[in-house]
T-cell receptor, first 112, second 116 residues
Framework: SQQGEEDPQALSIQEGENATMNCSYKTSINNLQWYRQNSGRGLVHLILIRSNEREKHSGRLRVTLDTSKKSSSLLITASRAADTASYFCATDFQGGSEKLVFGKGTKLTVNP | NAGVMQNPRHLVRRRGQEARLRCSPMKGHSHVYWYRQLPEEGLKFMVYLQKENIIDESGMPKERFSAEFPKEGPSILRIQQVVRGDSAAYFC??????????????FGSGTRLTVV
């Protein structure tokens, strides 16, 4: 299985702190994406990083990709209570179809 | 543009009944993907359809599950003779083209199926 795995499974921080979540995968990929899911809701696409990119920024989000280690990290800076959600990485692997393979997610709680 | 619309939001079925889940993709999107999410799990790919064609159904159970995306109307995921293990959230995503753009996939809010 080339399922992505997020680490940690759960993270609790105070508002204003930074949150870092990690994702590892097993096979070569074309792209890696991060999604957010609020409790009981659908997924919202946050950011996509391609296999030839090493770092990408979007607002308070910073994503890194290390293809040699088959890992990615998502950093949320200056967290807010509204960032409380589950965060999933998803990969589409080289030679595969368009399907995404999701990890189990990191449940982030930002305490006010 | 209303985004990807799924209905119903919640569906309760007794064991042995049929469940029909609907997904209307975003306007102009002809590619639809269905995923299933069990409690405390990530999403698992089920099936990828293009208008009137099933492109990849490698994630769909061989029995009781079927999917279609007719020329007119929404995509339908159909589960016959539901069992308790089918209880999950079912999400649909759509895209205008095959492959993934810089904007990722647009997901609907899901249908939460409970089998009692």
């Amino acid at each position: 299985s080339q399922q992505g795995e997020e680490d940690p499974q759960a993270l609790s921080i105070q508002e204003g702190e930074n949150a870092t979540m990690n994702c590892s995968y097993k096979t070569s990929i074309n792209n890696l994406q991060w999604y957010r899911q609020n409790s009981g809701r659908g997924l919202v696409h946050l950011i996509l990083i391609r296999s030839n990119e090493r770092e990408k920024h979007s607002g308070r989000l910073r994503v890194t990709l290390d293809t040699s280690k088959k890992s990615s990290s998502l950093l949320i800076t200056a967290s807010r209570a509204a960032d409380t959600a589950s965060y999933f990485c998803a990969t589409d692997f080289q030679g595969g179809s368009e399907k995404l393979v999701f990890g189990k997610g990191t449940k982030l709680t930002v305490n006010p | 543009n209303a985004g990807v619309m799924q209905n119903p939001r919640h569906l309760v079925r007794r064991r042995g009944q049929e469940a029909r889940l609907r997904c209307s993709p975003m306007k102009g999107h002809s590619h639809v993907y269905w995923y299933r999410q069990l409690p405390e799990e990530g999403l698992k790919f089920m099936v990828y359809l293009q208008k009137e064609n099933i492109i990849d159904e490698s994630g769909m159970p061989k029995e009781r599950f079927s999917a279609e995306f007719p020329k007119e109307g929404p995509s339908i995921l159909r589960i016959q003779q539901v069992v308790r293990g089918d209880s999950a959230a079912y999400f649909c995503a759509s895209s205008p083209l095959p492959g993934i753009s810089n904007y990722g996939y647009t997901f609907g809010s899901g249908t939460r199926l409970t089998v009692v």
